[in-house]
């Protein structure tokens, strides 16, 4: 599986930017994918991570602010990132993991969003 992100930058505060992630393989509908993010001088942390039916799952520090969504037509897993904060800045990273109880088994190359005050 190999995962290609897009769509970081450098956005203003309050900004509404959306990453993108394209996958190969065809087992992509039949499994979790997700969006992981790293701060400067911090852990990685989940964002969002969706199941092939669309169920979600949200960190608390972007719930009810981003929105995780996919496409399986297109092999692409989609982060809606709304109402920024200079908090948010960090590398975005697109995953791609078996079942709900498994940490990531692949992981993309990395997005960087960079946000303004």
């Known amino acids: 599986v190999q995962l290609q992100a897009s769509g970081g930058g450098l956005v203003q505060a309050g900004g509404s930017p959306r990453l993108s992630c394209a996958a190969s393989?065809?087992?992509?509908?039949?499994?979790?994918m997700g969006w992981y993010r790293q701060a400067p001088g911090k852990q990685r942390e989940l964002v969002a991570v969706?199941?092939?039916?669309?169920?979600?799952n949200y960190a608390d520090s972007v719930k009810d602010r981003f929105t995780i969504s996919r496409d399986n037509s297109k092999r692409t897993v989609y982060l809606q990132m709304n109402s920024l904060k200079p908090e948010d800045t960090a590398v975005y990273y697109c995953?791609?993991?078996?079942?709900?109880?498994?940490?990531?088994?692949?992981w993309g190359q990395g997005t960087l969003v960079t946000v303004s005050s």
């Open positions: 995953t791609f993991q078996w079942s709900w109880r498994d940490e990531p088994a692949y």
């Open positions: 393989g065809s087992i992509f509908s039949y499994n979790v």
């Open positions: 969706i199941n092939s039916v669309g169920s979600t």
